[in-house]
């Protein structure tokens, strides 16, 4: 019977556990400078005033060939988070050769790759960039023939290597520059920051970002002459933000430690462990029978992958015979991790296996 009720509560939570991650994951959202990012550091004020002013916009999710059936005109890439990929670079350098220009604008070194892959002599360095000792400020940029008075929030400086144009500075620091390429036309910002939601607000003449924005883009890509896209695959998602009721349960608890709770108490309140696992220290107060949190704990423990991830956990185990400080680091440790709880869980399953196999009826 024990053993039936330990493949039962097993069974149940692997089918638990493809749920809870899944909706968890459809509550996510994309962070940092995507144009799926509605929040200050988004890019998606940038993606409608685009559509606004009639252009195809794009948002890219895979980087493929595919996008040249797109008949595109202009590349923006605003701060990555996420390295790319030889395959992904490749990619991009055809659409450059086949004549897409591309719009940089970052201050980190994800960019980077791009930029050597196009062959640009020009690098983001990583550097910030102060003005009178400050990290916000307003600087002037020459895009097209025109200056435009931009404000730049926590800049990286750009490091010119060759023949490239300086469009903008600040004291000696190079802010932005240009270069072309014949088939192409490459514009390196050091701050994505500038085209993000909080500079691109409100999206009127009198914002100097925002003026920018559709200056650079149109001097790139006039209006009409093809389709442009936006970077998005390169930004993680994040748990959403919800409040009160609007706030889906799976929202509110991670899937890892749900899952390894539902565990625990189905096995707590069904049976308890048999004699051959009560641990050998502690005397006659372990001659009862001992929960089943501690026969969890000890597996994971016997387990050589698991008890190298956990081996400070496992070792207070040994010497306090108390469980819950292990499982709660497994919880915590699996958080957004689907395999690692999946190793748990299938430890936690060939015991079971191996105990209904042993039980008497």
Request: charge should be neutral; include cysteine.
């Amino acid at each position: 019977m024990r053993a039936r009720v330990l493949t039962l509560a097993l069974l149940a939570v692997i089918l638990l556990l493809p749920l809870a991650v899944e909706r968890e994951a459809a509550y996510r959202s994309p962070s940092g400078a995507s144009p799926l990012n509605a929040g200050p550091d988004g890019t998606s004020e940038l993606v409608e005033a685009l559509s606004e002013q009639g252009y195809a916009v794009v948002v890219v999710d895979s980087w493929t060939d595919e996008l040249r059936h797109l008949d595109p005109c202009l590349l923006v890439v605003v701060s990555p988070e996420l390295p790319y990929s030889d395959r992904e670079l490749e990619v991009i350098r055809r659409l450059a050769e086949s004549g897409v220009n591309v719009l940089v604008a970052d201050e980190g070194a994800h960019s980077n790759r791009i930029l050597e892959h196009l062959g640009v002599p020009a690098r983001i360095s990583g550097r910030a960039v102060l003005a009178k000792g400050e990290q916000v400020f307003q600087a002037t940029i020459r895009v097209g023939g025109v200056e435009l008075d931009v404000v730049y929030a926590y800049p990286s400086a750009v490091d010119a290597r060759g023949d490239v144009e300086v469009v903008a500075r600040a004291g000696s620091d190079v802010l932005a520059v240009a270069y072309d390429a014949g088939s192409h036309r490459v514009l390196v910002v050091g701050d994505g920051t500038i085209l993000t939601n909080a500079l691109l607000r409100p999206r009127n003449a009198l914002n100097r970002n925002f003026v920018f924005a559709l200056h650079a883009v149109r001097s790139m890509c006039p209006a009409g002459a093809g389709a442009v896209l936006v970077e998005g695959s390169k930004y993680p998602l994040r748990p959403p933000q919800f409040s009160g009721a609007e706030t889906p349960l799976a929202a509110y608890l991670d899937p890892a430690s749900r899952v390894l709770g539902v565990l625990l108490l189905l096995l707590a309140v069904g049976y308890v462990v048999p004699l051959r696992s009560r641990p050998a220290a502690g005397g006659a107060a372990w001659r009862r029978r001992v929960p089943e949190a501690y026969e969890v704990a000890r597996l994971i423990c016997e387990d050589e992958e698991l008890s190298r991830i956990f081996s400070e956990n496992c070792r207070l185990f040994a010497e306090t015979r108390r469980a819950r400080p292990l499982l709660d680091a497994v919880a915590a440790t699996s958080r957004g991790d689907r395999g690692l709880a999946t190793r748990v869980l299938r430890v936690l399953l060939e015991r079971g296996e191996r105990a209904r196999a042993g039980a008497t009826p």
